[in-house]
T-cell receptor
Framework: GAVVSQHPSRVICKSGTSVKIECRSL??????MFWYRQFPKQSLMLMAT?????????EQGVEKDKFLINHASLTLSTLTVTSAHPEDSSFYIC?????????FGQGTRLTVV | QKEVEQNSGPLSVPEGAIASLNCTYSDRGSQSFFWYRQYSGKSPELIMF????GDKEDGRFTAQLNKASQYVSLLIRDSQPSDSATYLC??????????FGTGTRLTIIP
């Protein structure tokens, strides 16, 4: 099946710094990618829809200036958490659809200290 | 607001028995339904998807969909310890966005 690769798998950063997470579709092109966040013992919550060549669509309550999304090519979307705070610590997961099936990246465990 | 409800569990099932996982959804316009398995600290992995009313079988797994009742379930036959995980129900409303339930934590007891 299709593969979605996410990097890094784990990152620790200091409060106030920015962190970039990459999501790549390895063997298919994805005009749309999805970014989720999952807090411990909770489900995946959609943060935004990343659209190749245009602006991302953010879900209600998600700050677009804090979570910057860039989808510059058909195989790469990036999520940058700007001015990270401890409450941003979470598991971030990207997803892309191929022939109707949703494939997930490995996830990025972000810890802000 | 579109909602997907699951019993959070934990659900404990003896090895070899049938595990039954349930999910209800609020959006009648939902088109596609997915079951994912998620091990601790890992991303979800797809088990099955179903679009039409009725049953769909794949190996030890059977998904059941009843759109009139807005209900979808997953049955796991001959449960194995490796089936112990959190099972997420996801519903698609037609715009490729998936809404996830909170997940049911399943433990298979050897």
């Amino acid at each position: 099946g299709a593969v979605v690769s996410q990097h890094p798998s784990r990152v620790i950063c200091k409060s106030g710094t920015s962190v970039k997470i990459e999501c790549r579709s390895l063997d298919f092109q994805a005009t749309t990618m999805f970014w989720y966040r999952q807090f411990p013992k909770q489900s995946l919550m959609l943060m935004a829809t990343s659209n190749e060549g245009s602006k991302a669509t953010y879900e209600q309550g998600v700050e677009k200036d804090k979570f910057l999304i860039n989808h510059a090519s058909l195989t790469l979307s990036t999520l940058t958490v700007t001015s990270a705070h401890p409450e941003d610590s979470s598991f971030y997961i990207c997803s892309a659809r191929d022939e109707g099936e949703a494939f997930f990246g490995q996830g990025t465990r972000l810890t802000v200290v | 607001q579109k909602e997907v409800e699951q019993n959070s569990g934990p659900l404990s099932v003896p090895e070899g028995a049938i595990a039954s996982l349930n999910c209800t959804y609020s959006d009648r316009g939902s088109q596609s339904f997915f079951w994912y398995r998620q091990y601790s600290g890992k991303s979800p992995e797809l088990i099955m998807f179903i679009y039409s009313n009725g049953d769909k079988e794949d190996g030890r797994f059977t998904a059941q969909l009843n759109k009139a009742s807005q209900y979808v379930s997953l049955l796991i036959r001959d449960s194995q310890p490796s089936d112990s995980a959190t099972y997420l129900c996801a519903v698609e409303g037609g715009n490729e966005k998936l809404t996830f339930g909170t997940g049911t934590r399943l433990t298979i007891i050897p």
